[in-house]
């Protein structure tokens, strides 16, 4: 069972960065899409940034100017660049990858915190 194992959560200051990133712990063959999700405390999930096989990314507005995605369908990784963090992006990030037939793989998780 091929397993997305994510890296790169932490601790950090209000202004400061980090950098996720997301592995297959196995083969994925056709992959579509690959996203970054969170969820923080007592909030709904949602989609953060999407980059699309051929290129194409998406951001929320909220993010939009301060996070970058980026990756490699073909290995497959993706990777969230965070700067200019702010307490309101404290949340548990996951990462999800969906086939070109629907099939989808979700990561454990990756706690962020942004905090004085």
């Known amino acids: 069972q091929v397993q997305l194992v994510e890296s790169g959560g932490g601790l950090v200051q209000p202004g400061g960065s980090l950098r996720l990133s997301c592995a297959a712990s196995?083969?994925?063959?056709?992959?579509?899409?690959m996203r970054w999700y969170r969820q923080a405390p007592g909030k709904q999930r949602e989609l953060v940034a999407s980059i699309s096989s051929g290129g194409n990314t998406y951001y929320a507005d909220s993010v939009k100017g301060r996070f970058t995605i980026s990756g490699d369908s073909a290995k497959p990784t993706v990777y969230l660049e965070m700067n200019s963090l702010k307490s309101e992006d404290t949340a548990v990030y996951s990462c999800?990858?969906?086939?070109?037939?629907?099939?989808?793989?979700w990561g454990q998780g990756t706690q962020v915190t942004v905090s004085s």
């Open positions: 196995g083969t994925i063959f056709s992959i579509n899409t």
């Open positions: 999800y990858f969906v086939t070109n037939r629907g099939r989808d793989y």
